[in-house]
DNA sequence: ATAATACAAGAGCACTGCTCTCGTTTGTTG
DNA sequence: CAACAAACGAGAGCAGTGCTCTTGTATTAT
């Protein structure tokens, strides 16, 4: 019977929540490697061992704490996104998208850690993780193919450049034909750009986080705008 | 008497030189987090506590690693840019840092995470990293310089881009000057441009080695190129 | 009611960073 | 040269870690 769970099933699940809260409170006070399955058991009321009934390895712990930290950038980049009323002011969407992104990443270093510093060693991210994972960068490429569809134009590629741009991002071009973006809108400079403007911005905020910006910037938050201003114009959105 | 060293003082630099090559192959199998003070002492022939009279912690390791390797990628990248014979061929100079730091990076890519990726938890670093840590961006604020006093068109901001660019990047603009760039050299959108670029390169780097462009970039050789290229299109840099 | 299962607890293993103590070696000074 | 101080390597030990195994109990399904 679905319905009703049981009370051990209740009581699986209330724990495992409250094991993974601990879990995320602890990340908060030391590294992903640092993390200490036994210390979580301990604010839980738990002797360590029997947390390994509900995360079978301190692993699948981290792995879950990943889901969830993923999940909450995802659900506040897309609420950001969502609070902008005018739909068509997508340098406006952008902006929101990107500010909420660092809102939280400056709000949750510990988690921003997590997902974009270095992996964890000797852990490989599961499938799990991908689509959480990609909530950011598909809302970001909703806006560009969204203002292209609108009008917006096309960057240009220098007149230099290397040849065969679509081919180093067959990968983004594949997907968003597959998300239904026709054929004609799937320009390879856009997805080039994007690409691009996404690496930038987390790397962007790497960096602040991690401290490489010490001396070099002066007003992050002045310095954010400016950068996420002109990854707008490099991708031709413009107010 | 300086020139000519004591015994223990020879054996104290040959010791701790062998320690720290032990400790930077073991950072090849596990992450910083993980890096065991009493494995490395085992590699080199030690008991764990003979290791603390060369180095008072395992941060202090760390940070003797931190400089190595800032050190290392700092020459590799120098040594590319003094390859180019053509000194005024400034996008050369350009592609072959950037080329050679990708190079570096992905050859180390456990001193990469290092460097780039998280910081340790409880770990600061000191004053004695900045150095070293500044060889590749010097490097490449040296080549943009170079090109705009030669005259490469300065990059120009979008119209409606918000203003007091100079604000946000005081410090770096106060760092060319410190090292002799004339004033009207100093030219704020360059600086942001530079950082944005800087920034781009390590995120990119970032993403390539920690995963997250696994997906959409299809040839992460032929990706960074054009990367490249654009960073230095929007710096005025042009072949 | 009985049998199967899930569970929490504890002991234990091998490991970690780090401290302290102990003899020994090396360098400096009288 | 002798005496003293400093540096050194080794070992034991402490508190902590991830994880496994066993034991007794509570819950569920038959």
Chains 1, 2 share one sequence.
């Not at 806006?143 to 960057?155: D, L, M, N, R």
Request: glycine fraction near 8%.
């Amino acid at each position: 019977m679905p319905a009703s769970k049981t009370a051990r099933q209740r009581a699986r699940e209330d724990i495992t929540a409250e094991i993974l809260a601990a879990a995320r409170a602890r990340l908060a006070e030391a590294g992903p490697g640092e993390l200490s399955l036994r210390a979580v058991a301990r604010d839980v009321g738990m002797v360590s061992s029997a947390v390994y009934r509900y995360f079978p390895s301190r692993n699948e712990l981290l792995t879950a704490l990943l889901i969830a930290a993923y999940d909450d950038l995802g659900e506040a980049a897309e609420a950001a996104d969502d609070a902008v009323t005018d739909r068509a002011d997508h340098l406006g969407r952008w902006t929101a998208v990107c500010d909420a992104t660092r809102e939280w990443s400056r709000a949750h270093p510990h988690d921003y850690a997590l997902l974009y510093g270095s992996p964890v060693p000797g852990y490989a991210a599961p499938q799990d993780t991908v689509g959480p994972a990609t909530r950011v960068i598909v809302r970001l490429v909703d806006i560009i193919v969204t203002a292209h569809q609108s009008g917006a134009p096309s960057p240009v590629a220098p007149a230099t450049a290397p040849t065969g741009v679509e081919r180093t991002v067959a990968g983004a071009i594949e997907f968003v034909q597959g998300v239904g973006i026709p054929e004609e809108a799937a320009v390879p400079e856009i997805a080039l750009r994007t690409i691009m403007a996404w690496t930038t911005i987390f790397g962007t905020l790497s960096f602040e986080l991690f401290g490489h910006l010490v001396g070099s910037v002066s007003d992050y938050d002045a310095y954010f705008d400016q950068v996420v201003f002109r990854l707008a114009a490099d991708l031709g959105l413009t107010a």
